[in-house]
């Protein structure tokens, strides 16, 4: 075998690693707030089901999201006493495993993003961007928010562009968050009368952004959001659920390094 045949060879192995990769589905983990006691499901992102995998879960709050490998469920417990706790959730049982105390006096944690694009794991009460400190779950302020008018009840981060999007329930908007400036700008109706919790996530593999959106009385849907209007587009209904979720979105096993050499290497030929 001589070298041009050896390159391209290793050419083809690549390629085809790259299609292994995105045909991989992506599983989403979600807590039914709603349930007693809390439920933990894990269905396919392009197969929503009412699939539970432990129907004792510990876990209760309203962000979620893992870290930048996937290989850890982050979580901000919502209970006044001893203080909103950061911690990790088993994904298999939902028992939360707390890491510390977060420091800071906020009455409701109504998000949790990982960005890709600089390491950060962010974290949304009330009116202010938090980042937290992974090994010793302390909250530090990165910005007020200017949402005059609004309720963000969630947030998640582009895992390209970096792009912090929210999800405003006071006028049923999808939002765009400068992380830096903390300025809120509407980007259009969702088309939903969202009411309580809600949960959203990109899936890091197609850079789809995900809801479980919640309308209250046990009614809602799982959907996916137009990034451009604000619309969202409900996949599955999940009021026979009777399920009030957070959720967060982990690629299939190795498909996230796959993923990134493709990318990788596409870049490489536009270049």
């Given at each position: 075998?001589?070298?041009?045949?050896?390159i391209?060879?290793?050419?083809?192995?690549?390629?085809?690693?790259?299609q292994?990769?995105l045909?991989?589905?992506?599983?989403?983990?979600?807590?039914?707030?709603r349930?007693?006691?809390?439920?933990l499901l894990?269905?396919?992102?392009?197969?929503?089901?009412n699939?539970?995998?432990?129907?004792?879960?510990?876990?209760?709050g309203?962000?979620?999201?893992?870290n930048?490998?996937?290989?850890?469920?982050y979580?901000i417990?919502?209970?006044?006493s001893?203080?909103?706790?950061?911690?990790?959730?088993?994904?298999?049982?939902?028992?939360?495993?707390?890491?510390?105390?977060?420091?800071?006096?906020?009455?409701?944690?109504?998000?949790?993003?990982?960005?890709?694009?600089?390491?950060?794991?962010?974290?949304?009460?009330?009116?202010?961007?938090?980042?937290?400190?992974?090994?010793?779950?302390?909250?530090?302020?990165?910005t007020?928010?200017?949402?005059?008018?609004?309720?963000?009840?969630?947030?998640?981060?582009?895992?390209i562009?970096?792009?912090?999007?929210?999800?405003d329930?006071?006028?049923?908007?999808?939002?765009?968050?400068?992380?830096?400036?903390?300025?809120v700008?509407?980007?259009?109706?969702?088309?939903?009368?969202?009411?309580?919790?809600?949960?959203?996530?990109?899936d890091?593999?197609?850079?789809?952004?995900?809801?479980?959106?919640?309308?209250g009385?046990?009614?809602?849907?799982?959907?996916?959001?137009?990034?451009n209007?604000?619309?969202a587009?409900?996949?599955?209904?999940?009021?026979?659920?009777?399920?009030?979720?957070?959720?967060?979105?982990?690629?299939?096993?190795?498909?996230l390094?796959l993923v990134?050499?493709?990318?990788?290497?596409?870049?490489?030929?536009?270049r």
């Amino acid at each position: 075998m001589n070298l041009r045949h050896a390159i391209g060879m290793a050419a083809l192995v690549g390629a085809a690693a790259t299609q292994t990769a995105l045909a991989t589905i992506s599983d989403v983990y979600a807590v039914n707030l709603r349930a007693s006691p809390n439920t933990l499901l894990r269905f396919p992102v392009n197969a929503p089901a009412n699939n539970v995998i432990s129907a004792n879960a510990s876990y209760d709050g309203f962000a979620i999201d893992f870290n930048g490998d996937a290989s850890v469920l982050y979580g901000i417990t919502a209970a006044a006493s001893p203080g909103q706790q950061f911690g990790t959730i088993d994904t298999t049982t939902g028992n939360f495993t707390p890491i510390g105390l977060t420091g800071v006096a906020e009455a409701n944690w109504g998000g949790l993003a990982h960005d890709a694009t600089n390491g950060n794991m962010y974290a949304l009460a009330g009116t202010n961007l938090y980042t937290m400190n992974l090994a010793t779950g302390a909250a530090t302020l990165a910005t007020p928010l200017t949402a005059p008018g609004m309720l963000l009840i969630d947030i998640a981060v582009h895992p390209i562009t970096g792009q912090m999007y929210g999800h405003d329930i006071a006028t049923d908007n999808l939002v765009s968050i400068d992380k830096v400036t903390g300025l809120v700008t509407p980007i259009g109706p969702t088309g939903f009368l969202a009411n309580f919790a809600q949960g959203m996530d990109f899936d890091p593999q197609t850079g789809i952004l995900y809801a479980t959106v919640y309308t209250g009385g046990g009614t809602g849907a799982f959907c996916s959001f137009d990034l451009n209007t604000g619309a969202a587009t409900a996949i599955v209904s999940t009021t026979p659920w009777n399920a009030e979720m957070e959720m967060a979105i982990a690629p299939a096993p190795g498909a996230l390094a796959l993923v990134g050499l493709g990318g990788l290497a596409m870049l490489r030929r536009r270049r």
